[in-house]
């Protein structure tokens, strides 16, 4: 069983920075890439950042220059830190692996962005 649980969610004002945190079960989470996705209120649910398991990262054009994703494979845990945060950034972002076929989901933490 996959468990994954994000952490670091909350109010920030615009040009505020978070760090969120997704703490993943077992032993197997270095063999896998990791992403970060988000969902807004009445969008869909979008691919924000993914790492592979060598660290290579890709960012979604919103994101690029403001958002960091890294991994601690000793910790079984994936970060992104978000600087420069926008009230677009609102959203609840999930934590997500694919593996063996299967998609797997944290619970997600909520982010607001506002004034």
């Known amino acids: 069983q996959v468990q994954l649980v994000e952490s670091g969610g909350g109010l920030v004002q615009p040009g505020g920075s978070l760090r969120l945190s997704c703490a993943a079960s077992?032993?197997?989470?270095?063999?896998?890439?990791m992403d970060w996705y988000r969902q807004a209120p009445g969008n869909e649910r979008e691919l924000v950042a993914s790492?592979?398991?060598?660290?290579?990262?890709n960012y979604a054009d919103s994101v690029k220059g403001r958002f960091t994703i890294s991994r601690d494979n000793a910790k079984n845990t994936v970060y992104m830190q978000m600087n420069s945060l926008k009230p677009d950034d609102t959203a609840v972002y999930y934590c997500h692996v694919i593996i063996s076929w299967h998609n797997y989901w944290g619970q997600g933490t909520r982010v607001t962005v506002s004034s």
């Open positions: 790492i592979t398991t060598e660290g290579n990262t």
């Open positions: 077992g032993s197997i989470f270095s063999r896998y890439a």
